[in-house]
């Protein structure tokens, strides 16, 4: 069975930072890359930022150069660095293994102007 729990949101002002962390239970965390995805009501989930298993990074243009993600295979963690944030970053933050049906509860990031 696989379980993803998102943890770290919260609100917080622009330009302020956010350091959000998913932990995988299962043998999925070291076969898989691992990405973050981010909704807001009424849209689709979009990719956010990706690591392979390689530590190989993509990030969307939206966040390139603000957001920093990271793998703890020891600890079957990604993690994801947001530095100045603006408010369109305001979200429901999920993390799943790419190419898998699995996603956790998600964690509510929220930026006030």
């Known amino acids: 069975q696989v379980q993803l729990v998102e943890s770290g949101g919260g609100l917080v002002q622009a330009g302020g930072s956010l350091t959000l962390s998913c932990v995988a239970s299962?043998?999925?965390?070291?076969?898989?890359?691992m990405g973050w995805y981010r909704q807001t009501p009424g849209k689709q989930r979009d990719l956010v930022a990706l690591i392979t298993r390689a530590n190989i990074t993509n990030y969307a243009d939206s966040v390139k150069g603000r957001f920093t993600i990271s793998r703890d295979n020891a600890k079957s963690t990604v993690y994801l660095q947001m530095n100045s944030l603006e408010p369109e970053d305001t979200a429901v933050y999920y993390c799943s293994a790419i190419g898998f049906p699995y996603w956790g509860q998600g964690t509510q990031v929220t930026v006030s102007s």
């Open positions: 299962g043998s999925i965390f070291s076969r898989s890359a």
